[in-house]
């Protein structure tokens, strides 16, 4: 199951729909948009942990810190969602809010969804996506090395597979953001965005 299907089927994108108060179907095609450089920003910070099993484990501690699976947890239940956590998990992976306006951007001139509503869905989808990532990963970390390959499995089913999930009136945003801003054809387009950020900064 990839990313977009699973917040389909754990009612994630009807919590963003909720909490934002738009339609299901800008829910998906926003999280569509956002999604790649989400998880290009948790690529990151697994590499920047060393990579392979130990990149795993340095990612999941980092969101067992702030709640692991609970975060998912916390978005869809009755609560109130704590985004402060996704603020906190956007800061680490993507390092300054320059970089999560320019994302913002960037999947608003996909979508044509208000970068400012994209700001604020940026938080919940990022603590989605963190609890997906440490219900998966959480007992995968240590063992034979293989914590890499199944995060990396992750990932590439979030980035593979999303183009066909994303929702038709959408074009393919999942995979269509992606291949726009990753410009040195690293995978990774969330590093293209970083310097764009710093660009538009200066």
């Known amino acids: 199951m990839d990313m977009m299907d699973m917040l389909r089927a754990s009612g994630g994108l009807d919590a963003i729909a909720g909490q934002l108060g738009i339609p299901p179907e800008m829910a998906a095609a926003g ?107 959480g007992g995968q970390s240590e063992g034979q090395g293989g914590g890499g390959g199944i995060l990396g499995s992750i990932l590439g089913s979030v980035l593979g597979g999303g183009q066909q999930a994303a929702p038709a009136s959408g074009g393919g945003l999942l995979g269509g953001l992606g291949s726009l801003i990753d410009m040195n054809h690293d995978g990774n387009p969330l590093d293209d965005i970083i310097g764009m950020a710093g660009k538009l900064a200066r």
């Open 31 to 137: 999280a569509g948009a956002l999604l790649p450089a989400i998880v290009g920003g948790f690529q990151k910070q697994s590499d920047a942990g060393g990579g392979g099993a130990g990149g795993l484990g340095s990612l999941i501690g980092m969101l067992g810190g702030l709640g692991g699976a609970g975060l998912a947890d916390n978005v869809l239940g009755p609560q109130e969602t704590d985004v402060n956590k996704g603020n906190d998990i956007l800061g680490q992976i993507f390092g300054s809010k320059d970089v999560s306006r320019t994302v913002a951007g960037h999947a608003s001139g996909q979508t044509g969804i208000d970068p400012e509503l994209l700001k604020k869905m940026l938080p919940i989808l990022a603590m989605l996506v963190g609890g997906y990532l440490s219900s998966r990963g």
